[in-house]
């Protein structure tokens, strides 16, 4: 619980994801791989249904979760908060197109440094 609150005191972003991970118990490349389509805030639900990997080989790729099925996991109220925050965060930055994507980018590079 200290390291979520750390998180969330030095990079917020960071510290929100932390907080849906928590919740969800979702891998590393499935959190990477969640679309807004596949969370439902007023019901507090997010479908797992894909990963994001790479090898050597094919570089960075979106596949299917390790056990080739979806799942429908239940949120907490804290990562709900999250969720929204970061939607709220990420409308504000769709005004500037130029500033999403190197974000995208980070996070992306980021799940698969971590996974290599």
């Given at each position: 619980m200290a390291t979520?609150?750390?998180a969330r005191e030095t990079d917020p972003e960071t510290g929100?994801?932390?907080d849906v991970a928590a919740a969800t118990g979702?891998?590393?490349g499935e959190?990477?791989?969640l679309r807004w389509s596949n969370i439902d805030l007023d019901r507090q639900t997010v479908r797992i249904e894909r990963s994001v990997s790479a090898t050597k080989e094919h570089g960075v790729f979106i596949k299917t979760t390790k056990t080739d099925r979806f799942r429908l996991v239940?949120?907490?109220d804290q990562a709900t908060?999250?969720?929204i925050a970061l939607r709220r965060a990420v409308l504000g930055r769709d005004k500037h197109?130029?500033?999403v994507r190197p974000r995208v980018r980070e996070r992306i590079e980021?799940?698969?440094a971590v996974a290599s």
């Open positions: 979520l609150v750390l929100r994801w932390l979702a891998r590393r959190i990477c791989a239940s949120l907490t908060q999250s969720l197109r130029s500033a980021s799940c698969v």
